[in-house]
């Protein structure tokens, strides 16, 4: 590997991390009130989750690059604060991946919340626990396949954007160049080896990450059965 590519491995891998860290943190949230609320128009919420899942990756890294650059409104609010305009910089990225990672870490939470019923809840509060306590000690422990699907989910997807990645960030080694773009970059080259070395590895990342979440889903079924 050349050093631009450990410079894309460290930056895909930091991009990923944060990324699902602010994820779970405002997702789960997020998720608990799509799977509690009984709000008759809650569906167009959760079209707006769901949205990156349908919508080519370029269109929303098009709509993100108006929006932090220069004359968008968080560019601009930047710009204007004395900052610097968010496109083509680490911190842009993360934006994007955090709009299109949002239903990747949302949907298994709220799937997981839903599924645990009711009556768990119903329990705790006639045991006069408090709405923090119930969601803390009843909801979180309940939904835990739900948050390592989640993060697992959250982490692989991250790694292996390319459009919205491109389109926000550029291809600047060092800086916002990740692994999707540098492998890109050595087909475009003829680097067949170096493009094999970056493939082989996400393709053994994301196959390991996915054998975790079946594995634990399993055991944490055989537990509760």
Same mark, same amino acid.
């Given at each position: 590997?050349?050093?631009?590519?450990?410079?894309?491995?460290?930056?895909?891998?930091?991009?990923?991390?944060?990324?699902?860290?602010?994820?779970?943190?405002?997702?789960?949230?997020?998720?608990?009130?799509?799977?509690?609320?009984?709000?008759?128009?809650?569906?167009? @919420?959760?079209?707006?989750? $769901?949205?990156?899942?349908?919508?080519?990756?370029?269109?929303?890294?098009? !709509?993100?690059?108006?929006?932090?650059?220069?004359?968008?409104?968080?560019? *601009?609010?930047?710009?204007?604060?004395?900052?610097? =305009?968010?496109?083509?910089?680490?911190?842009?990225?993360?934006?994007?991946?955090?709009?299109?990672?949002?239903?990747?870490?949302?949907?298994?939470?709220?799937?997981?919340? $839903?599924?645990?019923?009711?009556? /768990?809840?119903?329990?705790?509060?006639?045991?006069?626990? =408090? /709405?923090?306590?119930?969601?803390?000690?009843?909801?979180?422990?309940?939904?835990?396949? *739900?948050?390592?699907?989640?993060?697992?989910?959250?982490? $692989?997807?991250?790694?292996?954007?390319?459009?919205?990645?491109?389109?926000?960030?550029?291809? @600047?080694? *060092?800086?916002?160049?990740?692994?999707?773009?540098? @492998? !890109?970059?050595?087909?475009?080259?003829?680097? !067949?080896?170096?493009?094999?070395?970056?493939?082989? *590895?996400?393709?053994?990342?994301?196959?390991?990450?996915?054998?975790?979440?079946?594995?634990?889903?399993?055991?944490?079924?055989?537990?509760? =059965?």
């Amino acid at each position: 590997m050349m050093q631009a590519d450990f410079d894309a491995l460290w930056i895909t891998l930091k991009l990923a991390g944060l990324t699902t860290l602010i994820l779970l943190v405002l997702g789960t949230p997020l998720a608990w009130w799509l799977a509690q609320t009984r709000w008759r128009f809650k569906f167009f @919420i959760e079209a707006i989750v $769901a949205l990156p899942l349908v919508l080519p990756p370029t269109v929303l890294g098009f !709509y993100l690059l108006i929006a932090l650059g220069p004359h968008g409104p968080l560019g *601009g609010l930047m710009i204007w604060l004395g900052g610097q =305009s968010l496109a083509f910089t680490f911190a842009g990225l993360v934006i994007g991946s955090v709009f299109y990672t949002l239903p990747f870490v949302v949907q298994p939470l709220q799937n997981a919340f $839903a599924a645990m019923g009711s009556r /768990p809840l119903e329990v705790a509060a006639t045991l006069r626990a =408090s /709405p923090m306590d119930r969601f803390l000690t009843i909801a979180v422990p309940l939904a835990r396949p *739900g948050f390592l699907t989640a993060a697992v989910l959250g982490f $692989a997807h991250t790694v292996g954007e390319f459009g919205v990645v491109l389109m926000i960030g550029g291809n @600047i080694p *060092g800086e916002t160049q990740v692994l999707s773009i540098a @492998i !890109y970059d050595h087909v475009e080259a003829l680097e !067949y080896g170096h493009a094999h070395w970056l493939s082989g *590895g996400l393709l053994l990342l994301s196959f390991l990450l996915l054998i975790s979440v079946y594995a634990f889903n399993k055991r944490f079924s055989v537990l509760r =059965s």
